[in-house]
T-cell receptor, first 115, second 113 residues
Framework: EAGVAQSPRYKIIEKRQSVAFWCNPISGHATLYWYQQILGQGPKLLIQ????????DSQLPKDRFSAERLKGVDSTLKIQPAKLEDSAVYLC?????????????FGNGTRLTVT | DQQVKQNSPSLSVQEGRISILNCDYTNSMFDYFLWYKKYPAEGPTFLISISSIKDKNEDGRFTVFLNKSAKHLSLHIVPSQPGDSAVYFCAASAGNYGQNFVFGPGTRLSVLP
């Protein structure tokens, strides 16, 4: 089974610029997550989708971050404008459903550096 | 406010010996716990989970122990192998919140040949 695909792998931008990340989950996985992992910390959930609906976006900084999953398959996460503190690895994950017995499958992440 | 703590940033163990990684949590509502392993430049990979109705779960060389009264869980790897060298994350969830897992900061395990 193909894993979770993310692109790009790396991105360097200047502060106040915008950036977008793309994620294609494992085929058939209804639930998709975006996590932010700052260096030295564990992943922090930004947003969770069930099909194309948002389940939880309580920790998403909505003044600058946005995410969509229009057709219930792939997803994009956008930051506009970026701040220095947004430098992190952005991980996309998917699971078969939102039940506790459905482990998350993570992509390899996008490493964002904001200068 | 860290709800999930992994107080050892790193751990070194000799090949063949036991590795014990610890995790503490503060939220008494957490009732489902997972361990993930992460290699450099890759995403975390699911390793093993445990529900609060159990105090032990075993899968091959990996065993997770849960002490609810102490709000503590540990991952035992026996015997440790060089390929186990990675960062290990503990994650916890409150059942009511489905898959909203809170991750600890991770422990880097080095298994020395």
């Amino acid at each position: 089974e193909a894993g979770v695909a993310q692109s790009p792998r790396y991105k360097i931008i200047e502060k106040r610029q915008s950036v977008a990340f793309w994620c294609n989950p494992i085929s058939g996985h209804a639930t998709l997550y975006w996590y932010q992992q700052i260096l030295g910390q564990g992943p922090k959930l930004l947003i969770q989708f069930q099909n194309n609906g948002v389940v939880d976006d309580s920790q998403l900084p909505k003044d600058r971050f946005s995410a969509e999953r229009l057709k219930g398959v792939d997803s994009t996460l956008k930051i506009q404008p970026a701040k220095l503190e947004d430098s992190a690895v952005y991980l996309c994950a998917s699971s078969l459903d939102s039940g506790l017995n459905s482990p998350l499958h993570f992509g390899n992440g996008t490493r964002l550096t904001v200068t | 406010d860290q709800q999930v703590k992994q107080n050892s940033p790193s751990l070194s163990v000799q090949e063949g010996r036991i590795s014990i990684l610890n995790c503490d949590y503060t939220n008494s509502m957490f009732d489902y716990f997972l361990w993930y392993k992460k290699y450099p430049a890759e995403g975390p990979t699911f390793l093993i989970s445990i529900s609060s109705i159990k105090d032990k779960n075993e899968d091959g060389r990996f065993t997770v122990f849960l002490n609810k009264s102490a709000k503590h869980l540990s991952l035992h790897i026996v015997p440790s192998q060089p390929g186990d060298s990675a960062v290990y994350f503990c994650a916890a969830s409150a059942g009511n919140y489905g898959q909203n897992f809170v991750f600890g900061p991770g422990t880097r395990l080095s298994v020395l040949p």
